[in-house]
């Protein structure tokens, strides 16, 4: 019963994401080539929505579900990390015509070709978690 509201969420995340048309590789693809505003439309009501949302937890001092404070820390000030990490993963967002959310809801689609990209995303992290120490962090 205790993982039964990460189940609930997961769904109502795959039907908004599908009925938004936000894991449609046409839709990814048609905004990697600037054709059509649709999924800047969603990601920019994403961002609005998550600035109020942070805005909110600092105002009111909200605090997790388990009570410990929510806690955000100083950006760091060096910004190449961002542009290259931001790069890679844009990059494969555009080869792959999914990024991590739209990946797992065409899987539960049946588009079973997606597994082959979840498989290298899998692969990916596990290389990051290998090598992290070694990274400018």
Not at 38 to 51: E, K, S
Not at 81 to 101: D, Q, V
Request: with cysteine; hydrophobic share 55%.
């Amino acid at each position: 019963m205790k993982l039964l509201k990460f189940l609930i969420i997961g769904i109502v995340f795959g039907v908004v994401m599908a009925k938004s048309e936000a894991m449609s590789w046409f839709r990814i693809q048609e905004m990697f080539r600037f054709q059509a505003f649709h999924m800047y439309g969603i990601i920019g009501t994403a961002v609005v929505l998550g600035a109020i949302g942070v805005f909110l937890i600092k105002k009111f001092k909200m605090r997790d579900l388990d009570g410990n404070p929510i806690l955000f820390f100083p950006k760091d000030k060096a910004y190449t990390r961002y542009i290259i990490g931001g790069s890679i993963f844009g990059l494969g967002w555009a080869l792959s015509g999914a990024c991590p959310g739209p990946m797992v809801v065409n899987i539960g689609y049946g588009y079973l070709s997606m597994l082959v990209v979840f498989f290298f995303a899998i692969v990916g992290t596990y290389l990051y978690g290998i090598i992290k120490n070694y990274l400018p962090h």
